[in-house]
C-alpha cells in the first residue's frame, strides 16, 4: 500500500512537469473560454430528488454568453413552454423511424405539478433554444428565439 501510494505521488509530479506552451492571445474572457471546455451541466435538487445532466457540447458557453439573463423571462413563461417543448421532445423519441434517434435520445421526465424552480426551468427552457437553433429543429409552435 505505501508503494502504491509512492507510485500514484511520483505519477502526478510527471504529470505536473510539462514544458511550457507557447504563448497565445489572451481570451477576451477567460470565464467564457473555460465554460467551452466543460460540456456538462448538472442541475440537482436533493429535497425534490430530481436531477438534470445536460451533455451537450458547447451550450454551457451559449447559456452564459448568448442566452438572455436570468430574470428576463417568468418562470411562469418558462414552464409553459418547457412543458410543449418536453411533450414534443418525448414524442420524438419515441418515434425514431420518424426523427434522428442521435438527437433525440431519452426521455425527460417533466411533470406539470411540480414546482422545479426558476433554475431548472431556465436551464431547460434555454437547452431547448439552443437544440433548436443548432440542429434546425422545432420543438413547437414558437419560433425559438435568444
Given at each position: 500500500?505505501k508503494?502504491a501510494?509512492y ?12 514544458a ?9 474572457d ?17 429535497k425534490?430528488?430530481?436531477?438534470i ?6 451550450f ?47 426521455q ?18 434555454n ?14 409552435p ?5
Amino acid at each position: 500500500m505505501k508503494n502504491a501510494f509512492y507510485l500514484l505521488l511520483i505519477i502526478c509530479f510527471a504529470l505536473a512537469c510539462k514544458a511550457p506552451k507557447a504563448k497565445t492571445a489572451p481570451p477576451t474572457d477567460e470565464k467564457l473560454e473555460a465554460l467551452k471546455a466543460n460540456d456538462t451541466v448538472v442541475i440537482a435538487n436533493d429535497k425534490l430528488e430530481y436531477e438534470i445532466i445536460i451533455i451537450e457540447p458547447g451550450f454551457n458557453f451559449w447559456l452564459a454568453s448568448r442566452a438572455r439573463q436570468r430574470g428576463y423571462y417568468s418562470q411562469f413563461f418558462m414552464e409553459s413552454r418547457n412543458r410543449i417543448m418536453v411533450i414534443e421532445w418525448n414524442q420524438r423519441v419515441l418515434n425514431p423511424s420518424q426523427y434522428n434517434p442521435s438527437l433525440y435520445e431519452m426521455q425527460i421526465n417533466y411533470q406539470q405539478n411540480i414546482d422545479y424552480g426558476y433554475e431548472v426551468n431556465y436551464v431547460l427552457y434555454n437547452y431547448f433554444i439552443y437544440f433548436q437553433l443548432t440542429y434546425n429543429q422545432r420543438l413547437g409552435p414558437f419560433k425559438p428565439r435568444i
